[in-house]
């Protein structure tokens, strides 16, 4: 457009470097840059201003990746960041809306994902079942069209202190949301009720339309499932609002999993107890991929292995 002179301003709007290229926008860019190391690839692009569309094509056979197939759904994945970058910039340059980086890389990660559910048409998870009594006790990937959503309370006892924590996962065991959130409660159950609440206000923010909800809270499972109990007065109005925002995704589904089963979310709970405000970790923090990779032990893990 600007060498048809249609183009008043050819700067990027997001940190005024004078010509907004297709290689500065998508790579070069510092909000590019930070975009492509905080995704799942963590991809560290030099800040030196030069690298290109064609550049990666050309060094990705070179890259060390496992097989043939992990390097293909990398690959979709740098479509996916390539093309929600440029979502984000047309509404960020036209006024629409201002995306959060995490926006970006989680619409980024679920898309890809989605795609690929859709081109394998695998409807059932990779799980490779060692026992199904070991099983009992693990996480559990979605099926590849669903979210899951882990979540978990953490409660100091005995000096002032709480916080939830929220991990939202793909298929694969790809984490695609990791916050703490140093809220205040003074109930275990309340805790664990925010925690769903956050948990399920992450995903809609994050534009998942299938969630599979998880707590380790069985008595909060339940009252959120049964009408049939009352609860205590103390949750009826997060218990209303979980329920009213559960009306809002296509499917959304709750289960009570083992403690075992839910040590990222109970990882992320326990750090709100030390952090000072609503955290949304990078999901390259080497701790959540640790933990995430443990827990996928029994999936196919490809970003991770
Ligand atoms: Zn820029």
Redesign the pocket.
């Known amino acids: 457009m600007l060498k048809r002179q249609l183009a008043g301003d050819s700067s990027?709007?997001?940190?005024?470097?004078q010509s907004?290229t297709t290689d500065?926008?998508l790579f070069?860019?510092?909000?590019?840059r930070a975009m492509w190391f905080g995704s799942a690839l963590a991809l560290i692009i030099p800040p030196d201003g030069l690298f290109s569309v064609a550049q990666l094509l050309h060094h990705w056979p070179k890259m060390n990746f496992p097989n043939k197939r992990t390097s293909e759904e990398a690959l979709s994945l740098v479509v996916f960041i390539c093309w929600t970058l440029w979502l984000a910039r047309n509404d960020k340059v036209f006024g629409n809306r201002e995306w959060t980086p995490e926006e970006v890389i989680s619409h980024a990660q679920v898309s890809c994902a989605e795609f690929l559910a859709s081109t394998t048409g695998c409807l059932t998870p990779q799980v490779h079942i060692h026992d199904q009594q070991a099983r009992t006790s693990m996480w559990t990937p979605p099926d590849p069209r669903t979210i899951k959503v882990n979540c978990n309370a953490a409660l100091h006892l005995d000096e002032p202190g709480s916080g939830i924590g929220v991990v939202l996962r793909n298929h694969r065991g790809l984490p695609i949301q990791a916050s703490s959130d140093p809220i205040p409660f003074h109930d275990a159950l309340l805790g664990e009720a925010l925690a769903i609440l956050n948990g399920m206000q992450v995903a809609s923010a994050t534009a998942c339309t299938r969630i599979q909800v998880e707590s380790d809270s069985k008595e909060l499972v339940t009252l959120i499932k049964e009408t049939s109990t009352p609860p205590p007065v103390f949750i009826r109005s997060t218990l209303h609002d979980i329920k009213v925002l559960a009306l809002t995704f296509n499917t959304c589904m709750f289960s009570h999993i083992p403690r075992d089963a839910n040590q990222v979310a109970h990882a992320l709970a326990r750090k709100a107890l030390s952090v000072a405000c609503q955290t949304d970790w990078p999901l390259s923090t080497p701790w959540i991929l640790q933990a995430c990779c443990k827990d996928s032990e029994y999936c196919s893990c490809p970003f991770l292995q």
């Open positions: 990027c709007q997001r940190c005024g470097a907004e500065h926008l070069t860019c510092p909000f590019a």
